[in-house]
């Protein structure tokens, strides 16, 4: 991964933190030990370097995805 990659994905990781520490409703949509992958709507290169860290995967895989200032949780199918 590229350093750009890690910056943005440091920085997006941060935000997602402060954005779930206020919804804790979201917080509980994550299950033990789920893979989780953030993305940004329309920003399709790293949104496939994000997903192509998941590989092969026997567990459950949750997107967090981020438009403007909201994120939305979702699950990825296997």
Avoid: H
């Avoid at 990659?5 to 979201?26: A, G, H, M, T």
């Avoid at 438009?67 to 939305?72: A, D, F, K, L, V």
């Amino acid at each position: 991964m590229s350093k750009k990659f890690v910056q943005k994905n440091i920085k997006l990781s941060l935000e997602l933190d402060r954005y779930l520490s206020d919804r804790p409703d979201l917080i509980a949509k994550i299950p033990n030990g789920a893979y989780l992958i953030i993305t940004v709507k329309g920003d399709a290169v790293f949104n496939k370097n994000s997903r192509s860290m998941v590989g092969e995967r026997s567990k459950k895989v949750i997107e967090a995805q981020k438009e403007g200032s909201r994120w939305t949780l979702q699950a990825v199918a296997a």
